[in-house]
Each structure stands twice: as structure tokens, then as C-alpha cells.
């Protein structure tokens, strides 16, 4: 089954801005915390931005000031709005969620960042 449904990646110039959205199915409780990481090619998954159950968010400094991470724990939801986006941003992002029983991944979307 399908746990995290992510959408929103795609084609987007230089300059331009992406939100990508996680849905994560209902049946996930006692979420401790959600967050996006990528992946380009040739380099490892590194974090992009998390966000806690209680708010506090945390960023790579290469996305800081252009990502904005939110979340709507009541719909187990979380948003990455992505804004400036530049080549170099391009990956696969890939949905992260974390409870106290296990931890669940997206099946990642494609960011493209070309003109």
C-alpha cells in the first residue's frame, strides 16, 4: 500500500518556484516529524528542510532564504514551497516522515531547474 503520495515536481526555469506536496496516509500517527531530502545524480540523498510536531524547521543552508517547509500534522501533509529555484536544485525530492514506530519515504518526484 501506499503510504506517502507526493506531487508537484516538474520543469521549471531558473528563477521559478515549485511547491511540492506529501500526502501521508491517515493511518500514520504519532508523526515526530516530516521533512524533504534529494537526491542528484552521482551524489548522495542530503537533506533539504524538516519540520517537527511542534514546528521547529531546519534547512540546508543551500535552500535557506528560497525554501520554505510547512505542514498540516491534521491532514499528515507537508509542503515544501521552493522559490529562486536554480539548476543546481535539480533532483529527485523524496518525502520524508517519521513516527515513533518506523519511518516512511516518498517515492520521490523530479525537479528540473533548466531553461
Known amino acids: 500500500q501506499v503510504q506517502l503520495v507526493e506531487s508537484g515536481g516538474g520543469l521549471v526555469q531558473p528563477g521559478g518556484s515549485l511547491r511540492l506536496s506529501c500526502a501521508a496516509s491517515?493511518?500514520?500517527?504519532?508523526?515526530?516529524?516530516m521533512g524533504w531530502y534529494r537526491q542528484a545524480p552521482g551524489k548522495q540523498r542530503e537533506l533539504v528542510a524538516t519540520i517537527t510536531s511542534g514546528g521547529s524547521t531546519n534547512y540546508a543552508g543551500s535552500v535557506k532564504g528560497r525554501f520554505t517547509i510547512s505542514r498540516d500534522f491534521a491532514k499528515n501533509t507537508v509542503f515544501l514551497q521552493m522559490n529562486s529555484l536554480r539548476p543546481e536544485d535539480t533532483a529527485v525530492y523524496y518525502c520524508?516522515?517519521?513516527?515513533?514506530?518506523?519511518?516512511?519515504w516518498g517515492q520521490g518526484t523530479q525537479v528540473t531547474v533548466s531553461s
Open positions: 520524508n516522515v517519521d513516527n515513533e514506530i518506523t519511518i516512511y
Open positions: 491517515r493511518s500514520i500517527r504519532r508523526i515526530n516529524a
